[in-house]
């Protein structure tokens, strides 16, 4: 398995009951080489403008990814997996699309940081 590879592992669903889902992996963390990956989910109509990424069956990576139909890789679902929760790999999507990924969230993540420094070492204590 690697960075970029779409998966298949048991995620919750809105019943509680667990099956096994279409996941991306996003980034290998360290120490022990668990995954950070985001849900893939064929509920477009939830996809979040400029953050989640649509995947359709006309895009050149889609034959490669394993997904059976359209699908929203979904930035705002995230889940840290070990290696053992991973079921296997059912295909993998272009180096451009999981670059594309990582820097929005990474983006999200880093947006108003500098504002929240300033605001936290330099201004008003109530």
């Known amino acids: 398995m690697k960075e970029g590879d779409v ?19 996003l980034r290998e963390l360290p120490p022990f080489g ?3 990956a985001c849900g893939i ?5 939830q996809a ?4 989640d ?9 889609f034959a490669d990814s394993g997904l059976l139909s359209s699908s929203v890789i979904r930035l705002g679902f995230l889940a840290v997996l ?15 699309r999981h670059a594309r990924l990582l820097k ?6 880093v947006a108003n940081l500098d504002e929240s420094a300033n605001k936290t070492s330099g201004g008003d204590v109530q």
């Open 7 to 25: 998966i298949l592992t048991p995620l919750p669903q809105a019943d509680g009951a667990t099956k096994p889902r279409p996941a991306l992996l």
């Open 34 to 36: 668990d995954y950070l």
């Open 41 to 45: 989910s064929t509920q477009i109509h």
């Open 48 to 51: 979040v403008p400029e953050f």
């Open 53 to 61: 990424d649509i995947i359709s069956k006309d895009d050149a990576d």
């Open 82 to 96: 070990p290696n053992q929760r991973i079921v296997g790999t059912i295909g993998r999507v272009a180096l451009d």
């Open 104 to 109: 929005t969230l990474s983006h999200h993540l």
